[in-house]
C-alpha cells in the first residue's frame, strides 16, 4: 500500500526558498564591495606611505651628494670593497655609507 506523506506548513515556499537566495546573494555583493573598498584604501595607505619614504630618501641623497668630500671618501670607500678579494676584509663601505644617512636624519 502506498502511504502519502503530509507536507507540513512550516515548510519553505518556492518564493521563501528565491527570496532567500536573493537576500544571500546581495549580502555576497555587499561583503564584495566591502573587501574591494577596504582593499583599495588599503592600496591607496600604501602610496601615500611609499611616497613619503622615496620623499625623505631624495632629501637624504641630496644633502648627502650635496657634500663634496663625502661623496669622495664613500666613492673611495665603495671602489675599495669593489676590489677586495672575497677572502679580504670589508672595506667598510656600506657601514659608512649608513653612518653617512644616520648623520643627515639626527641634524
Do not use: C
Amino acid at each position: 500500500m502506498l502511504s502519502l506523506t503530509m507536507f507540513t506548513l512550516d515548510a519553505p515556499t518556492y518564493r521563501d526558498l528565491i527570496k532567500d537566495s536573493y537576500r544571500k546573494a546581495r549580502d555576497l555583493e555587499k561583503q564584495y564591495d566591502n573587501f574591494i573598498e577596504a582593499n583599495r584604501k588599503e592600496r591607496l595607505e600604501i602610496a601615500k606611505r611609499n611616497k613619503a619614504q622615496d620623499k625623505q630618501h631624495r632629501k637624504l641623497e641630496s644633502l648627502l651628494l650635496g657634500n663634496p668630500k663625502e661623496v669622495s671618501r664613500l666613492s673611495d670607500l665603495i671602489i675599495l670593497e669593489q676590489q677586495k678579494d672575497e677572502d679580504s676584509v670589508s672595506a667598510g663601505a656600506d657601514a659608512a655609507i649608513e653612518s653617512a644617512l644616520q648623520s643627515l636624519t639626527v641634524s
